[in-house]
């Protein structure tokens, strides 16, 4: 199912609602150590996913890596003019990304049953569902977690829309979140068979009727 620690989300949860005390640390320097120790911490969880580029843990990664670059970058401008338009649009899809993370999460620890996860899997515990979820978000979206990704992805690209390395690492970070959703369906439908097929006809991947 799809796929996120709570402990990963929780990270980039932390970094969205501090971003106000980032924004004072405009010394590039500092902002490069941080994301050299931020991703040392990811680093750990996903070594047995980057040995193997079929797997969705090796572009999820990537795409952590890139959404942690572009919300440091855009830390010094996350309050700048914060009754603007868009700005606005920026706290909606801010708020969107946590209603989706909470219901995902909640989703698949209730009813997706996590399994432990064998020793040499590139699996984490908390990826390994027994139950094929498709009620709640899931039921109009496959991905409410990676959605929720790119919704914060997105409302950081909104801070400074018009510099291109915003655009570029927002660019590079929906690549990779739809690359891993594409990599990680390949492993449900090995996983949960004609269901998963038939709830992928039924579904949108990120996006309810859209996409």
Known sequence: MDSLRPDEAAGFLVIF???????RLANPMLRAILF???SAALLPLSWRSLRDLRTHGF????????LLALILKNAPLWFRDPLSPRQLAAWLLGAVSIGLAIEGFRLLRVIGRPAQTAAKS???PFENTTTLVTVGAYRWIRHPLYASLLALAWGAWLKDPLGAGSVALTMGATGFLLATAIAEER???KRFGAAYAD???RTRRFIPFLF
């Open 199 to 201: 709830y992928c006809k």
């Open 187 to 189: 492993e449900n439908l």
């Open 122 to 124: 590139a699996n984490l």
């Open 59 to 66: 572009y999820r990664f990537f795409a952590f890596e890139l």
């Open 36 to 38: 050299v120790a931020a």
């Open 17 to 23: 609602f501090l971003s106000g005390s980032i924004q």
